[in-house]
């Protein structure tokens, strides 16, 4: 049988983050997919560069962002954002709660009416309560309640306060009330980079010191030991002392033989269709956020507004229940109705889809409740007592970005390297 020091399960950014840490080369990656990079991956078809789903990236660290710029090449596009909400027939900028000034009359009134007339923070306990509490009846019934429906598909007083973390843009009540400088940003991705070249420049950066014997593609993990630390994969059968596993937490939990509690470990997952068209559509906007429960997709990005190319080139996010049906007759109904919905919002008119992608993300937003943070912190703790860490968005179950996730890699490898 084979064996490794470490064997790292997955090629996307947390399995070769923590491969490229790693102080030794004692290591083994398997990836089921034929190609590295997992939900980073970027698809080019008919002269369109097109990510599994819009991935844009706004790095708290700067070493991290310079060491990944220093290995890739191409460049690197620096992008002020430009994104809007979708409402009463007009363009209101991101995020709402911030910009509500630019609603029609009544309904600016009815917004500051339910903020005056918000309850306290105290016993807020879910994330419904907290958009109720913090920005009122008005704010919360108009954008964030059936934008955040869509997105996570299911119901918000299922998820924790702080499902988001800091990717929620806050805003202050007294903030909301202040008038402010027209085109001020606010949120953590106020301004983005993106390469040329597509997300996936970023994890070609990340793999660039790995050596082809250390990464096995198309083979998948099957089953795992603990108690033997020995996995099986469709190849063969491999013994570790160390495993690394960056899948979905509750795909490990069940391929080691441990029920994973299902009900308490949900998830959404989404729908991406990448749409190229013969011709221009909006200009300027890079992405636009709609709360239409009416509308199938919740998120409409441009990438074509991003490397000011001639045609226009979409991202279409749809939010669905982990059970949803996502076969192909189902996707193509859907992409139907994408396509229509398109129109009804004004973003086609007229041009031609002339090429087209489509990619299931499951899990894509894991529903962050207080029963499955302390689920997943039990679990991750007894499976790191034999020896497998599980990192990443997915392994940790969490809601994170590709940054949090080489972070989070980076600093295993450098715990688990340093002498004991
Ligand atoms: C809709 C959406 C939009 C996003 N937008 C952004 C953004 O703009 N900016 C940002 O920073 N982040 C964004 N993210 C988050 C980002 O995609 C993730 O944080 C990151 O890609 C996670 O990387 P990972 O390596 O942890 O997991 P993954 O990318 O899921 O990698 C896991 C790997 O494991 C492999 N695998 C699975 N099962 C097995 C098995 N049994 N055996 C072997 N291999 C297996 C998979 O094929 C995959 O390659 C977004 C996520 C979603 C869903």
Redesign the pocket.
């Known amino acids: 049988m084979e064996r490794t020091r470490y064997l790292i399960?997955?090629?996307?950014?947390?399995?070769?983050a923590f491969a490229d840490w790693l102080p030794e080369d004692d290591y083994l990656i398997?990836?089921?997919?034929d190609e590295?990079?997992?939900?980073?991956r970027t698809v080019r078809r008919d002269g369109f560069v097109w990510d599994?789903?819009?991935?844009?990236?706004?790095f708290r660290h700067p070493e991290i962002e310079r060491y990944l710029v220093e290995r890739m090449d191409g460049r690197v596009l620096r992008v002020e954002r430009e994104s809007r909400i979708w409402y009463a027939n007009r363009f209101v900028d991101f995020p709402f709660q911030r910009n509500i000034d630019q609603l029609p009359e009544p309904e600016y009134e009815e917004c500051l009416r339910g903020l005056r007339e918000r309850g306290g923070e105290e016993g807020v306990r879910t994330f419904k309560d907290m958009l109720y509490a913090r920005y009122g009846r008005g704010i919360a019934e108009k954008f964030l309640v059936p934008y955040n429906e869509k997105l996570y598909a299911t119901n918000l007083a299922r998820l924790d306060a702080d499902a988001m973390g800091r990717f929620f843009p806050h805003v202050r009540a007294e903030e909301i009330l202040e008038p402010k400088e027209s085109g001020a940003r606010v949120g953590y991705?106020a301004t983005?980079t993106y390469p040329e070249g597509g997300a996936i420049q970023y994890v070609n950066a990340l793999a660039k010191g790995l050596s082809a014997e250390r990464l096995s593609l198309g083979?998948?993990?099957?089953g795992v030991n603990l108690e033997h630390k020995e996995a099986t994969?469709n190849k063969r059968r491999i013994r570790y002392d160390v495993l690394i596993s960056?899948?979905?937490l509750v795909?490990l939990l069940d391929?080691s033989g441990l029920e994973p509690d299902r009900e308490t470990l949900s998830h959404s997952k989404?729908l991406?269709f990448n749409l190229g068209f013969d011709d221009k559509g909006p200009r300027g906007l890079h992405w636009i956020y709609y709360p239409q429960r009416e509308l199938s997709f919740y998120r409409v990005g441009f990438y074509d507004n991003i490397f000011g190319s001639a045609r226009m080139s979409l991202y279409v996010?749809v939010g669905l229940p982990r059970e949803a049906d996502v076969s192909p007759d189902a996707r193509g109904a859907l992409k139907a109705r994408v396509l229509t919905d398109l129109q009804t919002s004004g973003i086609v008119t007229g041009q031609t889809l002339v090429a087209s992608h489509e990619v299931v993300?499951d899990p894509?937003?894991v529903h962050v409740t207080p029963r499955s943070i302390v689920e997943a912190a039990k679990r991750r703790a007894m499976l790191a007592e034999q020896g497998v860490h599980a990192?990443?968005?997915?392994?940790a179950w969490t809601y994170?970005?590709?940054?949090?996730?080489i972070v989070e890699a980076r600093a295993l490898a450098e715990r688990l390297a340093a002498p004991s």
């Open positions: 399960v997955g090629a996307g950014v947390s399995g070769l398997v990836e089921a997919e590295i990079g997992g939900y980073c599994y789903s819009g991935h844009f990236f706004h991705n983005f083979e998948r993990l099957v994969t960056t899948i979905p795909s391929l989404v991406v996010e993300l894509a937003y990192i990443g968005r997915y392994g994170c970005s590709i940054e949090d996730n």
